[in-house]
């Protein structure tokens, strides 16, 4: 893993969703090195070398590895960290950050039956991985992400999905809405995820890997129906939230 780097960074864009669901674009002036799956800690706060490094939050890393002098999060305000970055950060603010950081890595999914199950912002480490597959093919035999949002305005990466369905082959996907209408399109439906149909459809695959991203409740609910299904746990991979 490359060794941590700390580098200035100014916002470069923001798009602020429902209930307060913001995508940050971040560029540096260096290249910053990372894998799909990888996380950083983000300062609001000016850092000095002397001192500590100031407090900071981890966020997924939500863009290819390849977009030199990027760096993409989404952030769902939890608490006064995340509520402060959505008050101050502007085009143009500067934060620190340090990257990489993490081992959730999709080596496992080499020649493997991969299922995604992403919950809200936990779509993040997912993202990195989808991005990166459309100019750099890993060896998988199939690949399916199931995707849990609240409402259909929060379905905010779906092309990026509709691309994937279209390049990377044998890629199939479906977004659940818990909430409100989503039109009734081919790959959305409303409700929640349903955690044992997810299951029954996707246990009996050959050689398959589970990735998990996402809150608590959705990890721990799958996680009990996989180990239910005779899933082993070295089958299932984790983002675990704090």
Known sequence: MAAPRKLLARIKHVSIYEGQVTHYTLATEAN?????????HLALDPYDPSFNWPESRVFSIANAPNEQNEIEILISPKGKFTQRMVDELKVGSEVWIKLPFGVFN???????NVVFLAGG?????F??????????TLQFHSLSIYYGVRNPELIIFEQLLKDCHLQIPNFSYEIFCEKGESNSE?????????VDEIVDQTSGLQDVVYYLSGPKGMISAFESALFNKGIKPE???????E
Do not use: C, E, H
Request: hydrophobic share 40%; glycine share 8%.
């Open 32 to 40: 910053s090195r990372f894998k799909p799956g990888q996380f950083l």
């Open 235 to 241: 089958q299932v991979i984790y983002d675990r939230w």
């Open 106 to 112: 999709f080596d496992a999914a080499v020649g493997k």
């Open 127 to 136: 993202l990195s991985f989808l991005k990166s597959q459309l100019s750099n």
């Open 121 to 125: 912002t936990g779509i993040s480490p």
């Open 186 to 194: 081919r790959f959305i439906r409303n409700g929640f995820m349903p």
